[in-house]
């Protein structure tokens, strides 16, 4: 998720998470190292808690 500020740890769920039940859907960019981006794979928690739709984008053409 882009900030234009950075936001402290403690806050950076809760904000997080306000942001995101106020999308229409998630778009999700995948790659080799997605699985291991603790933050993605939390916002992508968050969304689907807030039944919010997503869809997944490969950002490599051969790398799936």
Do not use: F, P
């Not at 403690?10 to 981006?37: F, M, P, Q």
């Amino acid at each position: 998720m882009s900030v234009k500020e950075k936001w402290k740890q403690s806050e950076w769920k809760d904000r997080c998470r306000k942001k995101i039940s106020g999308c229409d859907g998630v778009i999700v960019l995948l790659s080799n190292y997605t699985y291991h981006a603790d933050g993605v794979r939390w916002e992508m928690k968050c969304a689907n808690e807030e039944r919010i739709k997503m869809a997944g984008m490969h950002i490599r053409k051969n790398d799936k």
